[in-house]
T-cell receptor, first 115, second 113 residues
Framework: AQTVTQSQPEMSVQEAETVTLSCTYD???????LFWYKQPPSRQMILVIR??????QNATENRFSVNFQKAAKSFSLKISDSQLGDAAMYFC????????????FGTGTRLQVTL | KAGVTQTPRYLIKTRGQQVTLSCSPI?????VSWYQQTPGQGLQFLFE???????NKGNFPGRFSGRQFSNSRSEMNVSTLELGDSALYLC????????????FGPGTRLTVL
C-alpha cells in the first residue's frame, strides 16, 4: 500500500519570498510517480508538478521545483517568488506505475500568501 | 478544449435515498477516476474506469458504484445514502492511467440530511 504524509497543515509566506512544503511517502513499488496538486479556494484542482521515480533529476515548472530524495522517500515542493495566486491547498500524491495506478493523496498543506 | 465537467454541482438528499453523479471527461481521455473529499478523511480514491471497464477500485462499500459509457462519460451512483456520505465528489480524467496528468472537474457537493 502507498501512503503519503504531509506534516504541515498550514504554511504562510510573504509575497515574493520562497516557501518549501514537505511531503514524505512510503511505497514498496519500484515503478512509481509523485505529484503535487493545487486546489485553490472554490476552484478546480490542478497539477503543479510531476516526478517519475526513475528520474534522478528533480522536476521543475517555472517557479515550482521539487527536491526528490528517493532513499529518504521525501518529495518537497519549493515555490519561489511567491504570488498571491499561489494561495491554495497543496496536496502531495503518489501512484504506482502501470494500469493499476490510482492516486493516494496526503492530507494537504494550506498555503497563505501575505503582502 | 473543454475541461472536465460534473453535474450537478450541488445536491441535497436525505438518508436512505440514492443519487447519481455525472462526469464528462476531456475529449480523447479514456480514463476517468472518482474521488471523495471530506474534511475528516481527506481525498480518497473511489474507482477508475477505462474503456467502459472498472479497472481499479478503492476501499468503499458496495453502495458506491459507477459505470462508463462508450463516449467515456462516467456516472457514479450511491445507494442508501448515509450522513457520512456528505462530501465533495471529484471526477478526474486522463489519457490512459493515473500516471498521466489528471484533470479534475469542479466537483459535486453532496449533502445528506
Amino acid at each position: 500500500a502507498q501512503t503519503v504524509t504531509q506534516s504541515q497543515p498550514e504554511m504562510s509566506v510573504q509575497e515574493a519570498e520562497t516557501v518549501t512544503l514537505s511531503c514524505t511517502y512510503d511505497t514498496s513499488e519500484s515503478d512509481y510517480y509523485l505529484f503535487w496538486y493545487k486546489q485553490p479556494p472554490s476552484r478546480q484542482m490542478i497539477l503543479v508538478i510531476r516526478q517519475e521515480a526513475y528520474k534522478q533529476q528533480n522536476a521543475t515548472e517555472n517557479r515550482f521545483s521539487v527536491n526528490f530524495q528517493k532513499a529518504a522517500k521525501s518529495f518537497s515542493l519549493k515555490i519561489s517568488d511567491s504570488q498571491l495566486g499561489d494561495a491554495a491547498m497543496y496536496f502531495c500524491a503518489n501512484t504506482r506505475g502501470g494500469t493499476a495506478s490510482k492516486l493516494t493523496f496526503g492530507t494537504g498543506t494550506r498555503l497563505q500568501v501575505t503582502l | 478544449k473543454a475541461g472536465v465537467t460534473q453535474t450537478p454541482r450541488y445536491l441535497i438528499k436525505t438518508r436512505g435515498q440514492q443519487v447519481t453523479l455525472s462526469c464528462s471527461p476531456i475529449s480523447g481521455h479514456r480514463s476517468v477516476s472518482w474521488y471523495q473529499q471530506t474534511p475528516g478523511q481527506g481525498l480518497q480514491f473511489l474507482f477508475e474506469y477505462f474503456s467502459e471497464t472498472q479497472r481499479n477500485k478503492g476501499n468503499f462499500p458496495g453502495r458506491f458504484s459507477g459505470r462508463q459509457f462508450s463516449n467515456s462519460r462516467s456516472e457514479m451512483n450511491v445507494s442508501t445514502l448515509e450522513l457520512g456520505d456528505s462530501a465533495l465528489y471529484l471526477c478526474a480524467s486522463s489519457l490512459r492511467t493515473a500516471t498521466d496528468t489528471q484533470y479534475f472537474g469542479p466537483g459535486t457537493r453532496l449533502t445528506v440530511l
